[in-house]
């Protein structure tokens, strides 16, 4: 598919306020003049959704000489006058002018304040705001509003389903009388980002139903759910309802189940103190989870606490898996082509030669334990971990997973036995000698 061509259009703000430049097409498709905005800023962060909510960018129209702007953008239109300020409206809060201090993050990580970036400052989609008011900062993302009513192209549904490579076409189906995103659903707040793209919280316009939107700027993802078609009878993984994108764009859709209370990332963080039975629990029921996708033939690859969400309504909690985009085949993976994080990688596959096995998850399931114990990264300093070159990330695991079996460390001697044992059958160096926790097995 190809990238829409965009054209910039500087806005000139009153007195006090910032210059700003925005995104538009020569097509007019990113911009809808019938629903009036031309942008969305949404809460990243449960605060700022509480007390705020997600805000509208609503346009006003200065059209010097030749009314070009209000035929679709069908031509480069004249100079345009943006005014932001934060009010109240029926969709719950918009910006009609931008007057405050107002920092803006760029894709590089650069804080702008806005009041003083001046003309060449570039709002890219998925930017970061920060505006900062008199008792919190408020912290949105940047997302243009886009309407493809009409283009949507729907995942395949056929119940025989084939994973493609990433180069093969997509199977999909186009039907007309589809609404797109923003027009079905109401975006609350971010919930998560991640390298294949970010997932909101929204709320269906249609039936008020609450679920998951995650949505890829740069990514297809209908492998991740051509496979969940295969998993999805599998105990404790997150149900996916639908996929799409659009005919003329990029950006791909997964409709989710949502699931309340986090991910097990966000419990670590919390200092939640976890318990004997909480981690015997959460070690027997990712165990056969993930034993079912090794039956199926499948590794799952990039297990860790963001991609395990958690239901505290029970006690001991209830985990869900999620996030299948690299999980595949386990016969279609390459050697020193390794997927997943880091942090959670095995010894044996951090050289050109290591492959992902069954085995591969096996380990990262202990060190995942590992993390709800010690409140923190297994291998230390993160930063120090990644940077590292091959050979002293291989040396780092090794020398950590030998001082666990020694008890060097006082913590390890705190650990409940039965949980230390399961732990321990999980990260052994050797991979034929690890176990997942399958009582009765």
Same mark, same amino acid.
């Given at each position: ?70 035929? *679709? ?18 969709? *719950? ?6 007057? *405050? ?90 919930? *998560? ?249």
């Amino acid at each position: 598919m190809q990238n829409n061509k965009r054209k910039q259009v500087s806005s000139d703000l009153a007195s006090n306020t910032s210059k700003i430049r925005k995104y538009v097409t020569s097509d007019g498709c990113k911009l809808n003049i019938r629903d009036k905005y031309w942008g969305m800023l949404i809460p990243i962060n449960e605060e700022t959704s509480d007390r705020i909510g997600s805000i509208y960018l609503e346009a006003e129209y200065q059209t010097f000489g030749k009314n070009e702007t209000r035929n *679709g953008y069908q031509h480069m239109p004249s100079d345009f006058e943006l005014h932001c300020m934060l009010s109240k409206n029926e969709h *719950g809060m918009k910006i009609t002018k931008i007057c *405050g201090n107002v920092t803006y993050i760029n894709p590089k990580g650069e804080d702008l304040i806005l009041n003083n970036a001046g003309d060449n400052t570039v709002i890219v989609e998925g930017c970061l705001f920060l505006i900062h008011l008199n008792e919190f900062t408020a912290k949105f993302k940047f997302l243009l509003w886009e309407c493809h009513c009409g283009s949507v192209l729907l995942y395949d549904k056929d119940d025989e389903i084939t994973i493609k490579g990433q180069d093969e076409e997509e199977i999909t189906n186009k039907d007309i009388n589809l609404q797109c995103a923003v027009h079905k659903y109401a975006i609350i707040r971010q919930l *998560g980002q991640g390298g294949f793209g970010s997932v909101f919280k929204v709320r269906n316009q249609e039936n008020n139903e609450i679920c998951a939107l995650k949505c890829s700027w740069k990514y297809s993802l209908a492998r991740e759910y051509y496979m969940f078609k295969i998993i999805k009878e599998i105990p404790n993984v997150l149900q996916i309802f639908g996929g799409f994108n659009y005919e003329y764009t990029q950006k791909s859709f997964l409709i989710m189940e949502w699931i309340k209370d986090g991910t097990l990332y966000d419990l670590i963080k919390s200092e939640h103190r976890f318990t004997k039975e909480e981690l015997v629990s959460l070690a027997k029921n990712m165990s056969v989870t993930l034993n079912e996708f090794h039956e199926k033939g499948l590794v799952y690859r990039d297990l860790k606490p963001a991609n395990i969400l958690v239901d505290l309504s029970v006690t001991p909690f209830n985990i869900i898996l999620c996030d299948f985009g690299l999980c595949k085949e386990a016969e279609k993976i390459m050697p020193g082509r390794p997927g997943g994080t880091k942090a959670y990688f095995s010894p044996e596959i951090i050289n050109k030669y290591g492959k992902q096995t069954k085995f591969h998850d096996y380990f990262s399931l202990g060190i995942v334990l590992l993390e709800c114990i010690m409140q923190n990264k297994f291998y230390g300093n993160d930063k120090v971990f990644q940077d590292a070159s091959a050979i002293r990330q291989k040396q780092i695991i090794e020398k950590t997973c030998a001082q666990y079996f020694e008890r060097k460390h006082s913590w390890t001697k705190e650990i409940n036995d039965e949980v230390y044992n399961i732990i321990g059958d999980m990260i052994r160096i050797s991979p034929e000698e690890r176990k997942l926790f399958i009582p009765n097995a």
